[in-house]
């Protein structure tokens, strides 16, 4: 008897030595679009143990999207940082997946973790332009009512993520208009942050792109647009223009001309650019909100390339138009869709009238033959 309580005690021994890893996430039940946030937190299980964080959507749309690694430090704790650009307003969840068998985790253990994102770029309206041309000098004009005159919190970073303005308040007044020119290095990709100040925080808005572009000595005498950085100074700019929406994305295809083509969209909703020429797989192009364009730069393989649009939120709808810089032509074309792997969209069936003919053909046939009797 007292041999089968001793392996009992044992047994009940080891199910607790097995059940006793744990570990804890801290993450804000609340993060704000754009914004680069870390979730982290402490753990038992042993330092240089690695798990996947697997980070879904819950609504509007439930679906996975990505998985990141995490890793215990000597010290039990453990960090990542997530990119919410990509992320459209709504309810996400944390899993951590758990290795059952080698390193259960407790029932205190946080497997779940929900949070919700708000998409705040609407709240800010940018009136400059996102691409300039001066030397050191970046102009920052726009507009949030919803700040009013209680001002803005800006930081300026290059394209290696070095802050090189900020991060400072600025004045609103009372409509919520800002103006401010931003001393710079000198030409080449910069991000503006914004921030505003309620309950005792910095609340991150949004995050928006601008190129400054290196002056020129002579001026072109005829007016055009602005050439994305790379393209061919003074290239053709066309256009075409497509309804959108999450179900039925709009396609088109840009016959472009040699060398670097630019791509920009147009504003007044969140839209998500793809594109291929064909030859690769399609990349995707998420990194403004409503109030600045998709712009982005590429030099096909052949000259053909192809583009998709969708909104960014799953309810929005509406007209999109594209800009190809150094192209012949961009077209609205369904037939695209299969470049992206999707099925091409239906269009109205168009009637023929060939039917209705037959049918009075046939008509007048029974009517004679009708007399004939």
């Known amino acids: 008897m007292k041999k089968v309580a001793c392996l009992l005690g044992v047994i009940l021994l080891c199910v607790g030595m097995a059940s006793a890893y744990e570990i804890k996430c801290d993450c804000p039940k609340e993060v704000y679009r754009g914004d680069i946030i870390t979730i982290g937190g402490t753990s038992t299980l042993p330092p240089g143990y690695s798990t996947w964080l697997q980070l879904y959507e819950v609504q509007p749309l439930a679906r996975e999207l990505t998985s990141q690694a995490i890793v215990i430090q000597q010290d039990g704790t453990w960090s990542v940082q997530l990119q919410t650009l990509a992320l459209e307003e709504g309810t996400y969840k944390f899993e951590i997946e758990e290795d059952v068998m080698d390193y259960p985790l407790s029932s205190g253990s946080d497997r779940t973790v929900i949070f919700k994102v708000i998409d705040r770029s609407d709240e800010i309206t940018i009136l400059s332009p996102s691409t300039q041309t001066s030397e050191n000098m970046l102009e920052i004009r726009g507009r949030a009512p919803d700040v009013g005159s209680a001002g803005l919190q800006i930081e300026v970073t290059d394209s290696r993520a070095d802050t090189v303005y900020g991060p400072r308040y600025i004045r609103t007044d009372d409509s919520g208009f800002f103006s401010e020119d931003i001393a710079v290095p000198g030409p080449g990709r910069y991000f503006a942050e914004f921030s505003d100040f309620r309950n005792n925080e910095a609340r991150f808005i949004t995050r928006v792109g601008f190129y400054l572009d290196e002056p020129v000595a002579t001026q072109p005498t005829v007016a055009g647009p602005t050439a994305a950085p790379g393209v061919p100074s003074g290239a053709q700019a066309v256009s075409a223009s497509a309804a959108a929406s999450r179900e039925t994305p709009a396609y088109f295809t840009a016959e472009t001309l040699s060398g670097m083509v630019g791509v920009s969209t147009s504003i007044g909703m969140d839209w998500r650019v793809y594109y291929t020429d064909g030859a690769g797989s399609p990349v995707r192009v998420d990194d403004a909100g409503s109030s600045a364009p998709e712009e982005f730069t590429v030099t096909p393989a052949g000259g053909a390339l192809y583009l998709k649009v969708e909104p960014v939120r799953a309810g929005d709808a509406g007209t999109v138009t594209v800009t190809v810089t150094n192209a012949k ?45």
Request: aromatic share 8%; net charge negative; with cysteine.
């Open 329 to 373: 032509s961009v077209t609205g074309d369904p037939g695209a869709a299969t470049q992206f792997g999707d099925p091409v969209p239906e269009s109205e069936p168009t009637k023929s009238p060939f039917p209705v003919v037959v049918l009075i053909f046939a008509l007048c046939i029974a009517g004679w033959a009708s007399i004939r009797k």
